[in-house]
């Protein structure tokens, strides 16, 4: 993908610009606060420090860079965002690496480390958005030559798609469109130029390498236009839809790249990116920690399983995560084996399949700590929708078929949902769980992921988990 692509001429740019600054910065140092250049030609001889800061100054801006979000979506950075983050990164890096590695500095002056603190940051801020401009200059002419382009298809051959299809002509440059995908037999647009049906949707994004997909229905119901959605999620591509009355109003709709044609984006988060890589980071640190404090905790609770019923002492089940993808969630085991005899069963405070020492696992829900695991391989995050199976989500979405918005995120090891509902024991409290997961979703925040986990421990502590 050419998002790729991107990233990784970024992250080239942006090492070079820190090994360019600390070089020159080292330099800065020995003139101005060594006194020496002219009289200690081993200057020019870098000694271990030297080397060692050397290595570490640019892992230390990556890492930074990496917390910024500002390579989560870089084929869409504009001048005046790369800007913007470019100089407020600078500043973090330089203010946090020159307290840490120049405290120990003969002082000339004092005045030295406000010229040096100054040094750093306009050699750091000067270097990286100049890469950074080039590359992106480098990427517009690509969209602009046609060498790259983000590849469109348009589900729908009526009235609306033959107006995003204008639209997308008119917009030259960037976006390609690969075709129409048939979905009803209402057909306006060239039928040369339909590339399939929506039955055969798989093929058709892998054989044209599409990274959008416009849904242009002639109104839709709810229904059709989120099993259409839902299909999609999969694919791991940019999802639009052209927005009915309702969106309107409420301001979901917004005028987007293509000119006036207001489109919905169903896979943007409201999450700014920078949140999204604090948010991931924050999962694996917490995860990796907690792994290692509580490795004697596990142990402790493994034993009494296996003393209590006979069976594995942890349990494993397919789950449905990210874009809808499968995995298997890892839990302590709480119910006795061949609890369900290959039937899927909800559970409940009174089930008797639940083990004696399940019941505790479950209280104070111990049993879920294992999926700091499934947290630490991306799978899931500290905080998110719960993820459920495909036998109940089918069932799910028959009465709301938007449960596919969860797709867009991680499911977690709590939220919002569990929280006011607790266990969900019928399909209809699912729903109602699934009503509370929607309103994280869309307003998710590094706030309020705060707020849900002390939460989540005050219920932990007053064993108010079943």
């Known amino acids: 993908m050419n ?24 330099l800065f140092r020995r003139i101005v606060n060594d006194l020496q250049i002219f009289h200690d030609m081993k200057i020019f001889i870098p000694n271990y420090n030297y080397l060692t800061s050397l290595a570490l100054f640019p892992f230390s801006c990556f890492v930074v860079h990496c917390l910024s979000g500002f390579y989560l979506n870089p084929q ?34 004092y005045d030295y480390y406000y010229k040096a603190l100054v040094v750093l940051l306009s050699l750091l801020f000067l270097f990286t958005f100049s890469f950074r401009l080039i590359v992106a200059h480098g990427i517009k002419n690509n969209y602009k030559t046609g060498k790259w382009s983000i590849n469109t298809i348009i ?11 204008q639209a997308i002509e008119k917009k030259s440059g960037k976006y390609k469109l690969a075709g129409f995908v ?42 059709m236009l989120f099993k259409i959605i ?65 490795s004697p905790f596990f142990l402790y609770y493994a034993i009494k399983i296996k003393i209590d019923s006979r069976g594995p002492v942890f349990y494993t089940q397919e789950r449905i995560g990210l874009y809808g993808k499968a995995f298997n969630i890892i839990k302590f085991r709480t119910m006795y084996v061949d609890a369900e005899n290959g039937v899927p069963k909800l559970s409940s405070a009174t089930d008797d399949r639940i083990t004696k ?38 069932q799910i979405i028959e009465q709301a078929p938007y449960y596919c918005l969860l797709y867009k995120i991680r499911p977690g090891l709590t939220s919002w949902g569990p929280i006011k509902i607790g266990y969900s024991d019928t399909i209809d409290k699912m729903i109602e769980r699934l009503n509370y997961d929607i309103i994280y979703v869309e307003n998710m ?18 064993g108010k988990g079943v």
């Open 76 to 109: 869409k950075h504009n001048t005046l965002f790369i800007f913007l983050t470019t100089l407020t990164v600078s500043a973090i890096i330089s203010v946090s690496i020159f307290f840490v590695l120049m405290l120990d500095d003969i002082v000339v002056s």
């Open 182 to 223: 048939q979905v009803d037999q209402y057909i306006l647009v060239p039928k040369e130029q339909i590339i399939g049906h929506m039955a055969g949707i798989e093929k058709i994004i892998f054989d044209n390498n599409i990274s959008d997909a416009i849904i242009a229905l002639e109104e839709p119901d709810e229904y």
């Open 357 to 394: 020492v399940g019941r505790t696992l479950r209280k104070y829900r111990i049993d879920e700590l294992p999926q700091f695991w499934n947290i630490l391989k991306g799978e899931m995050s500290l905080v998110g929708p719960r993820p459920e199976r495909r036998y109940y989500i089918n």
């Open 230 to 294: 839902n299909s999609l999620y999969k694919y791991n591509i940019d999802i639009r839809f052209t927005p009915r009355l309702y969106e309107i109003l409420t301001g979901s709709a917004r005028i987007g790249n293509l000119g006036i044609q207001p489109l919905v984006n169903i896979t943007n988060l409201h999450m700014p990116d920078w949140q999204i890589s604090l948010k991931r980071s924050f999962d694996i640190v917490i995860s990796g920690i907690s792994l290692i404090i509580l």
């Open 3 to 26: 998002r790729n692509k991107i990233r990784l001429q970024y992250i080239f740019w942006d090492f070079l610009a820190a090994l360019i600054t600390w070089v020159l910065f080292m």
């Open 155 to 165: 589900i729908g051959t009526g009235k609306n798609a033959q107006k995003i299809a």
């Open 445 to 462: 925040s590094l706030l309020n992921d705060i707020k849900i986990l002390v939460l989540t421990l005050e219920i932990i502590f007053k």
